[in-house]
């Protein structure tokens, strides 16, 4: 850790979890002096057993200083001293990271040895040179077959997974960590309750995966300052490994909305004027930072950032998840606890389908979502009580097999059964002749009737 550099004595004001000190103007912004994101020690100097506050500081005045404080202002006294540190927050970074658990403030709470004497590395560094990236071509399985099949996710994506409370988002994302086929993962939970903590660290352990994950938790009754370290820290980590080590690291951050409520607490405490529905007017430019990480490094490994956002009342204007959609490369429709193959979307799903993957992929992924659309007609016909053909019949037994052994995110299947399981599909509904695909992977994919039936 750097030498601590100035001391301050004059605090103006304590509103909330925010101190605003006196510090002259040329203090500030001048090389090895106070920075933007700074860290700085509180010390109660009426009492000095008392141990000091970590701040961070987020906003520069003119002959001041507004810093966050941590762990909250309780307790402290307008007669504190402040001293800085000279730099930015800081996380640990070696091998001896995976398999351990972080709070939002970077401490190990799994009761691990400390990991003080580690390398430490800044979290909020600048994002890696356009030049070093390159056009996306590899794929990250997961064994969900609604995104291998219908929606891959590709190396480098930043892609959000939009729901709403009450989905099973969490879950999806769980599965996802444990089947993906990355060196590392690197998950982020902001805002969780502490039974969504321990369940993704189960399910981390039962998956096998937890050995190469590292976690960054912050509960909802941490402080919020510890929210907004979060995502920066698990980038920070996962660019390091995609750099220095070659490493093809999976980014999960649960939940982007809890991030963005929390810089619009931060917000309205600093009496900055909000903008859309109260949240900060440089939302957008927050979320890019982050979502910008993602990147395929020349001659290195990547980084993939796969997120929840979730909508309040379901409302995909809402700001987070509008500004969200700008930025991505698509997203994952959780709606009604199943993945909807209609609302969902990877933009860059054409760099692999077909390229990296089986032959047979790109058309039957188009065959397949076309005979669901179909399906989707006849339940509608049905339900205003049409009269069905014997073609609208097999329809609907399609739809009800493709909903139970793809659109289920309970199951797990590798890309190739997964495959297999849509010509069997295909094959128990109906004709070759009807399935209007290239006769060739017709010839070679399409089971014969004993196949089918079994």
Not at 146 to 155: G, Q
Request: proline content about 5%; hydrophobic content about 40%.
């Amino acid at each position: 850790m750097s030498q601590l550099l100035l001391s301050y004595s004059k605090i103006l004001e304590i509103v909330g979890d925010l101190v605003r000190v006196y510090v002259p103007a040329p203090a500030q912004g001048e090389v090895g002096k106070i920075g933007f994101g700074d860290l700085a020690l509180i010390e109660n100097t009426q009492d000095p057993s008392q141990p000091p506050y970590l701040a961070q500081v987020i906003e520069l005045g003119r002959e001041s200083v507004s810093l966050q404080v941590f762990s909250g202002t309780k307790g402290l006294s307008t007669q504190a001293s402040v001293r800085f540190l000279g730099h930015s927050m800081q996380v640990a970074f070696s091998g001896n990271i995976l398999g351990r658990v972080f709070s939002g403030a970077g401490e190990p709470i799994d009761s691990g040895p400390n990991l003080s004497e580690e390398p430490h590395i800044e979290i909020d560094g600048p994002t890696v040179n356009p030049a070093r990236r390159v056009l996306a071509s590899r794929m990250i399985r997961t064994d969900v077959p609604m995104i291998d099949i219908f929606n891959s996710l590709v190396e480098s994506q930043k892609i959000p997974i939009f729901s709403v409370a009450g989905e099973p988002y969490n879950q999806l994302l769980a599965q996802i960590g444990a089947h993906a086929d990355a060196d590392i993962i690197v998950f982020g939970g902001i805002g969780l309750i502490f039974d969504d903590y321990h369940f993704f660290r189960r399910a981390f352990e039962q998956a096998g995966v937890l050995a190469k994950t590292v976690m960054y938790v912050h509960l909802g009754s941490d402080p919020t300052v510890e929210a907004l370290l979060v995502p920066d820290m698990a980038l920070a980590v996962a660019e390091r490994f995609a750099v220095e080590e070659g490493k093809r690291v999976l980014v999960l951050l649960t939940d982007m909305t809890a991030y963005a409520d929390a810089l619009k607490e931060v917000g309205v405490a600093m009496e900055h004027v909000p903008s859309n529905r109260g949240y900060i007017g440089d939302l957008y430019s927050q979320l890019a930072r982050r979502y910008e990480k993602a990147c395929d490094y020349k001659g290195a490994g990547s980084v993939t950032i796969l997120s929840v956002t979730t909508m309040p009342g379901d409302d995909v204007t809402h700001p987070v998840p509008d500004n969200t959609g700008y930025i991505t490369e698509g997203q994952f429709y959780l709606h009604n606890g199943v993945l909807d193959p209609f609302g969902s979307l990877s933009r860059l799903k054409q760099h692999v389908i077909g390229k990296v993957t089986r032959e047979d992929h790109g058309q039957i992924m188009n065959t397949m979502v076309r005979f669901y659309a179909a399906s989707q007609d006849a339940l509608q016909k049905q339900a205003m009580s049409f009269e069905l053909t014997e073609y609208d019949q097999r329809l609907l037994k399609f739809g009800e097999l493709f909903h139970q052994r793809f659109m289920d995110i309970r199951v797990s299947l590798p890309l190739e059964k997964a495959l297999d399981l849509c010509w069997k599909t295909l094959a128990e509904c109906f004709e070759p002749e009807e399935l209007l695909m290239k006769q060739a992977l017709i010839d070679k994919y399409f089971p014969t009737a004993a196949l089918a039936k079994g």
